[in-house]
């Protein structure tokens, strides 16, 4: 009995764990492309400005994606701050696509 409740707690925190972390990269890319990033980050993540890292390098790309999120809520830098402006879902999506740009 005491190992059934064990192993359906883990299968509960996986489920969990995995809705929170996983982003969609279909949502993400649209996000993407609607709130400017291409203008600095390029549109396939080849920086068009001096001092903006490349994703398709994976610059930064080593950074936890919790990290990330905190840099695109407070902004850095010329970057402005995205808070209020998406959501934490949006950000965990855009994040999940931008993974997929290093080449
Ligand atoms: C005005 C130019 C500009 C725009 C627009 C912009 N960024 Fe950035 N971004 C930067 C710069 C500059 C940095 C590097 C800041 C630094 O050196 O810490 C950066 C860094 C990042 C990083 C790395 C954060 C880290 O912790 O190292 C991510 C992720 C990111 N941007 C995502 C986005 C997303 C998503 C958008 C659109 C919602 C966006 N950026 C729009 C300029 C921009």
């Known amino acids: 009995m005491r190992s059934f409740f064990v192993i359906f707690t883990i299968a ?11 982003g969609n990269p279909i949502a993400g890319k649209k996000v993407w ?3 400017s990033c291409p203008s600095c980050h390029g549109l396939d993540g080849k920086s068009v400005v001096p001092g903006v890292p490349s ?3 994976g610059e930064r790309m080593m950074k936890p994606d919790a990290v990330l999120v905190e840099t695109i809520i407070k902004g850095a830098k010329i970057m402005p ?10 950000m965990f999506d855009v994040i999940t696509f931008i993974r997929t740009l290093r080449k």
């Open 12 to 22: 509960l925190m996986a489920a969990f764990s995995g809705d929170a972390q996983a």
């Open 33 to 35: 492309l609607t709130n």
């Open 55 to 57: 994703f398709s390098k």
């Open 81 to 90: 701050a995205w808070k209020g402006i998406l959501s934490s879902k949006d």
